[in-house]
């Protein structure tokens, strides 16, 4: 990636790649939505990317939410969670974003159900599910979600399950990043028929940088973009994943 470009260059690299996967896959490029991620880049990157239309971007921590939420209050973007959340900070995603992505476990969900019932809001959400071995990645066990999903729809108003996300293992291996990505659309599409009142399983959030042609081959509704459109980070994968190895 060249340094000198533009925001708005990359994006059109980045809608070019979405474009040409979705012909390649046979989809229109219409179905798949761009994320902006913007984590660790600030107000000047972000008001940036506000000029060329998008108002919507993913943030790993919510932290960050936090901290950009009054400067860019005027833009008015929606916060979409998407990162490892504690449940003791479930109030601040009930207060400031519009969606979380990393709906991972039972415990979070009752925490933000209870923090939306205060603030009178409700948030969309997408399951985490955990669709690769390596140890390192959260999500809910795919073989814990049919169970999961019913218990949310059932007993958290608040919270409206749209689809589900995942993050891909961390491998140079396109077979291996596919499968996961396949994993996530099976899981989608067995839930579906399950056919649960209030749940809607129609999003599939899967797909970064570096493998959004792969996710978009396997069905992804949306691919969550970081590097490829903020640029490099000022720090590495293991800061937003302490646990990688
Ligand atoms: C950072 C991040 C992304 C984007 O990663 P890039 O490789 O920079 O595109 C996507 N999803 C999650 C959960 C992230 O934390």
Same mark, same amino acid.
């Given at each position: ?6 925001? !708005? ?7 070019? #790649?979405i474009h040409?996967a979705a012909?390649?896959a046979g989809r229109d490029p219409n179905s798949i939505t ?18 060329? $239309? ?14 950009? %939420? ?44 209870? #923090? ?15 669709? !690769? ?21 059932? !007993? ?25 990505? #396949? ?19 129609e999003r599939l ?11 978009i081959?396997?069905g992804a509704t949306e ?7 903020? $640029?490099?980070?000022? %720090?590495?994968?293991? %800061? %937003? ?5």
């Open positions: 990636m060249n340094d000198q470009s533009t925001f !708005s260059q990359r994006l059109s690299a980045v809608q070019q #790649r040409n012909v390649a761009l994320l902006p991620v913007s984590k660790t880049f600030d107000e000047a990157a972000i008001r940036e990317a506000v000029a060329t $239309g998008l108002h919507r971007f993913g943030e790993n921590k919510v932290q960050e939410i936090v901290a950009k %939420y009054q400067p860019l209050k005027d833009c008015n973007i929606e916060w979409v969670m998407i990162g490892h959340l504690q449940s003791n900070k479930a109030r601040d995603v009930a207060r400031y974003a519009t969606e979380i992505q990393s709906l991972d476990r039972l415990s979070l969900a009752r925490a933000l159900e209870r #923090r939306l019932q205060n603030e009178g809001r409700s948030l969309d959400a997408l399951v985490q599910v955990k669709t !690769s071995p390596e140890p390192s990645k959260y999500g809910l066990d795919p073989a814990d979600l049919p169970e999961f999903v019913r218990e949310v729809a059932r !007993s958290m108003p608040s919270l409206r399950i749209k689809g589900l996300m995942t993050m891909a293992i961390n491998e140079r291996n396109d077979e291996a990043v596919r499968a996961c990505f #396949r994993t996530l659309r099976t899981l989608r599409d067995e839930v579906r028929d399950l056919a649960i009142d209030g749940v809607e399983m959030s899967m797909g970064m940088s570096g493998d959004m042609e792969l996710a081959a396997e691919v969550r973009i970081g590097t490829a459109l903020f $640029g490099q980070r000022p %720090y590495g994968d293991a %800061y %937003y994943w302490p646990e990688t190895p």
